[in-house]
């Protein structure tokens, strides 16, 4: 009886390929970068000499440049493959951490980040393009959500040990360590078996991915998704250390619970591929279309950032709000990516670009205008303008959850 259950079991559970591990590695050292300088911001700005917003403006420097490659050269992931675009771009982020580390004044910084925004731009669609080409059928969501774990990775690990590292010896030592790690990442996708599939489709520009029915409607949900995630993440650091008189390293717990619920939040992946594949009434349209699952998890996110307005104010509070922050935003990320690469698996690349464009066009526009805001106001009002942003797209997202009779299930 035993034996038959364990059988039975192995049939529903497709062993996982191994390149789905080494994609998560991708995605924790590019994730790393792109959420750790919050954090550590205010040490960056005391050794430079500049302001808090003058450091988070490298920030806004690696969206632009993410947006720019992901626009613009993501879809060169159709035409010469994936693997071949992840060593490009792990090549290029090595020399963008070196430079990093050797910035001695901000626009150094700035300019080192707009570079390693150019190798996220073609590392990121490339792994979640990958993701969904090597996943057994029915198991998207499972495989992508252990590839997003990177960003879990990228928090508890990678962000919470840079704060800790700025914090004991030096913020320089964060991107030494980063460059250490972009080699040994390098050297395993050099030895890696991950496919390299090749498409005529790689040749259309960029905008084309936007033809796709329901991708436009999607890209909007995660502009407000990213824009108020950005907007309020990356002033956490300096809420922590000048509203509540915390150290910088103290911003570790945040990327540490944020994370935690990040990856907690994977257990829940399997039943995304249910809700989306089953079907109900025999009728073989899903359970749940793709928006109706985005309008929930938006939903949810408007009321966590409510919650954020007051919870910001005591430290233990904010911790404890930051892993259910994670938890939500993990799968509000699968659903928005599993639903885009579903509109066409010959332009994944493409529309993963474009994904990635506006991701980090958001993560740079909201920067600079929650940045606007913060510098007037406080962190709770970010809050609110967050919880806005979120709730316009779960409203829109709901409206138009009514979707053609012979809509089907995501693959």
């Known amino acids: 009886m035993t034996e038959q259950l364990t059988d039975n ?94 910035s001695q004044t901000v626009s150094t910084l700035l300019a080192a980040q707009f570079v390693a925004g150019l190798a996220a731009g073609l590392a990121l ?39 800790i590292l700025a914090d004991l010896i030096h913020w320089r030592a964060v991107f030494n360590t980063l460059a250490a790690i972009a080699v040994v990442v390098l050297v395993l996708l050099l030895r890696s078996s991950l496919p390299n599939r090749q498409s005529q489709n790689g040749t259309s520009t960029p905008f084309t991915a936007l033809r796709v029915s329901g991708v436009p409607l999607l890209l909007f949900f995660v502009t407000c998704y990213m824009a108020a995630f950005y907007g309020v993440y990356n002033f956490v650091g300096d809420h922590v250390v000048q509203t509540l008189g915390r150290t910088v390293g103290s911003n570790a717990w945040i990327a540490f619970s944020y994370g935690c619920g990040f990856g907690l939040a994977t257990l829940l992946d399997p039943l995304l591929d249910r809700l989306l594949n089953n ?15 985005a309008a929930i998890a938006l939903a949810l996110l408007t009321a966590l950032y409510t919650v954020l307005i007051w919870a910001s104010a005591d430290f233990f509070t904010l911790v404890s709000g930051a892993f259910i922050w994670g938890g939500l935003n993990h799968l509000g990320l699968n659903i928005l990516i599993a639903a885009l690469n579903s509109t066409d698996s010959s332009r994944r690349g493409a529309i993963m670009g474009v994904y990635s464009g506006i991701t980090y066009l958001s993560m740079s526009l909201g920067t600079v205008a929650f940045a606007a805001i913060y510098s007037r106001a406080d962190f709770q009002t970010l809050c609110l303008f967050a919880a806005a942003l979120t709730l316009l797209a779960a409203i829109i997202a709901w409206l138009s959850s009514v979707e053609p009779p012979d809509q089907k299930p995501l693959p």
């Open 9 to 102: 079991h192995s049939r529903d559970t497709p062993h996982l390929p191994g390149e789905v591990w080494l994609l998560t590695a991708v995605v924790a050292i590019v994730g790393s970068n792109s959420l750790l300088l919050g954090p550590i911001a205010p040490d960056i700005a005391a050794d430079l000499s500049v302001s808090v917003n003058s450091v988070l403006g490298a920030s806004a420097n690696f969206g632009l440049g993410t947006a720019t490659s992901a626009f613009f050269l993501a879809r060169f992931i159709d035409r010469f493959g994936a693997r071949t675009v992840l060593c490009t771009a792990i090549i290029i982020l090595l020399c963008a951490f070196i430079l990093s580390t050797l």
């Open 125 to 163: 669609p490339a792994s979640y393009a990958s993701a969904a080409s090597i996943s057994p059928p029915h198991q998207e969501s499972r495989v992508l959500g252990i590839v997003l774990t990177g960003w879990t990775i990228s928090l508890v690990a990678g962000v919470s040990l840079s704060a």
């Open 279 to 293: 079907h109900s009434g025999g009728n073989g349209t899903a359970r749940f279309t793709r928006n109706q699952l």
